[in-house]
């Protein structure tokens, strides 16, 4: 863990290069010594139907979904959030600047006895790169 979700208006395909923002997002939850470096995940979702304020189809979204196993303190959890939010809205900053977006964020504990995981990608981890895991 963590799972990073990106839900975005689909009227933003051509106005936010979503996969560098992925990109963004993995690079600094990478940074992050919260975030075990095998466990992160980030995939964006193209929303097509969607209504939003007074319905003005020139209003977007994006909105991020963190899904992280439970047993990180508040504050941990609180400084995570912040860097991630900071890094994103950091990047989408001309496009906000530009055209009508909401930027939103959501972190929440994933409980560990209710989500079992398996998986190889440690395994092709190179040493140097690897974190502790989750």
Same mark, same amino acid.
């Given at each position: 863990?963590?799972?990073?979700?990106?839900?975005? $208006?689909?009227?933003?395909?051509? +106005?936010?290069?979503? $996969?560098?923002?992925?990109?963004?997002? +993995?690079?600094?939850?990478?940074?992050?010594?919260?975030?075990?470096?095998?466990?992160?995940?980030?995939?964006?979702?193209?929303?097509?139907?969607?209504?939003?304020?007074?319905?003005?189809?020139?209003?977007?979204?994006?909105?991020?979904?963190?899904?992280?196993?439970?047993?990180?303190?508040?504050?941990?959890?609180?400084?995570?959030? =912040? @860097?991630?939010?900071?890094?994103? =809205?950091?990047?989408?900053?001309?496009?906000?600047? +530009?055209? /009508?977006?909401?930027? /939103?964020?959501?972190?929440?504990?994933?409980?560990?006895?209710?989500?079992?995981?398996?998986? /190889?990608? @440690?395994?092709?981890?190179?040493?140097? $790169? =690897?974190?502790?895991?989750?």
């Amino acid at each position: 863990m963590p799972h990073f979700q990106i839900d975005y $208006s689909a009227n933003l395909e051509q +106005r936010v290069d979503i $996969s560098a923002l992925c990109e963004e997002i +993995r690079a600094t939850a990478a940074g992050i010594d919260t975030f075990p470096l095998a466990g992160i995940r980030v995939r964006a979702t193209r929303v097509d139907h969607y209504a939003i304020a007074d319905g003005n189809p020139e209003h977007g979204f994006i909105d991020i979904s963190i899904r992280l196993r439970a047993g990180r303190s508040g504050e941990v959890k609180q400084d995570a959030t =912040q @860097r991630i939010f900071a890094a994103a =809205q950091a990047f989408l900053a001309p496009a906000i600047a +530009r055209y /009508s977006i909401a930027l /939103s964020l959501e972190m929440r504990d994933i409980d560990p006895d209710l989500s079992p995981k398996t998986g /190889s990608i @440690r395994d092709h981890l190179g040493n140097a $790169s =690897q974190k502790v895991s989750s």
